[in-house]
């Protein structure tokens, strides 16, 4: 009771087995994710691509499929007696079906179903940003020769960053909250019932009528959730940038001082 459950949590191995899974889950999804949402949205904003609304709907679309709905539909879609495109990667597996729905690899099929859902939503989030940037940019950098890749890396993607910033803390957030994607699933293959943090908040206070100790692990998992955004936003943020660039040109500076110093010895000791 009290102050007790935050011992017995901090003790507790599942639990802290469950936030390093849903950690990883975080760093691999969310790269992926957001990479190619930029891509996307990089690739909808060049002069290339023609009839931009129709790809914009159709990326979208599934962010509008509720997660329950799709979970069980990507968990029809992994099971190898009902999908014979995943006969094809028994290439790489030794002549078996991949199955995403075994225990080793079910969490890679969540991050598929996720990257699924969540790409079009910050493909759009991007693209709505790319258009506010100011046209006199674009054409001060073709008056320079810039080509589209230089345009992109040069200023699209620094005039991106504060909403990258923004979409990735908004996502890191979201992968310590996975719940409805695991749930669905553990019907259909056995996903422990401490497979996530707010999965194992859910049993222990559904399953087992442990309410103190379920708020316990909730009030935990909100600090940690907390804790991670607050220094994924401090790493990022612009002061820490430039007192990293001012050590950096410190340090180049005294360099190069010594090596006028060394220089100077040098040139004395050959006079001498």
């Known amino acids: 009771m009290g102050l007790a459950n935050y011992l017995t949590a901090w003790q507790d191995k599942s639990f802290w087995i469950s936030v390093y899974r849903v950690a990883y889950y975080g760093v691999v999804q969310v790269t992926i994710m957001l990479v190619l949402a930029l891509i996307l949205a990089l690739f909808l904003d060049s002069p290339f691509v023609k009839s931009k609304g129709l790809f914009r709907v159709i990326y979208f679309l599934p962010y509008a499929v509720p997660g329950v709905i799709a979970a069980i539909m990507w968990g029809f879609l992994y099971s190898p007696?009902?999908?014979?495109?995943?006969?094809?990667?028994?290439?790489?597996?030794?002549?078996?079906?991949?199955?995403?729905?075994?225990?080793?690899?079910?969490?890679?099929?969540?991050?598929?179903?996720?990257?699924?859902?969540?790409?079009?939503?910050?493909?759009?989030?991007?693209?709505?940003?790319?258009?506010?940037?100011?046209?006199?940019?674009?054409?001060?950098?073709?008056?320079?020769?810039?080509?589209?890749?230089?345009?992109?890396?040069?200023?699209?993607?620094?005039?991106?960053?504060?909403?990258?910033?923004?979409?990735?803390?908004?996502?890191?957030?979201?992968?310590?909250?996975?719940?409805?994607?695991?749930?669905?699933?553990?019907?259909?293959?056995?996903?422990?019932?401490?497979?996530?943090?707010?999965?194992?908040?859910?049993?222990?206070?559904?399953?087992?009528?442990?309410?103190?100790?379920?708020a316990t692990l909730s009030i935990t998992l909100v600090l940690i959730t907390f804790i991670a955004s607050l220094l994924f936003m401090w790493a990022t943020s612009e002061r820490k940038k430039s007192k990293s660039k001012k050590i950096k040109n410190t340090v180049i500076n005294d360099k190069r001082l010594g090596t006028s110093t060394l220089s100077y010895h040098a040139k004395g000791e050959k006079s001498l």
């Open 81 to 214: 007696d009902l999908n014979p495109i995943l006969q094809i990667f028994g290439v790489f597996t030794g002549g078996k079906p991949l199955n995403l729905l075994n225990s080793g690899t079910v969490l890679y099929g969540i991050m598929n179903m996720a990257t699924w859902a969540w790409t079009g939503y910050n493909m759009t989030i991007y693209f709505a940003s790319l258009t506010s940037i100011p046209l006199d940019l674009y054409d001060a950098a073709k008056i320079d020769g810039c080509n589209e890749f230089q345009t992109a890396w040069h200023i699209k993607l620094p005039l991106l960053r504060q909403v990258i910033i923004m979409t990735t803390v908004l996502s890191i957030i979201g992968s310590l909250q996975l719940f409805n994607e695991p749930f669905v699933l553990s019907s259909l293959t056995s996903i422990p019932a401490n497979f996530t943090p707010n999965m194992d908040i859910y049993n222990m206070a559904f399953a087992y009528g442990n309410f103190t100790y379920s």
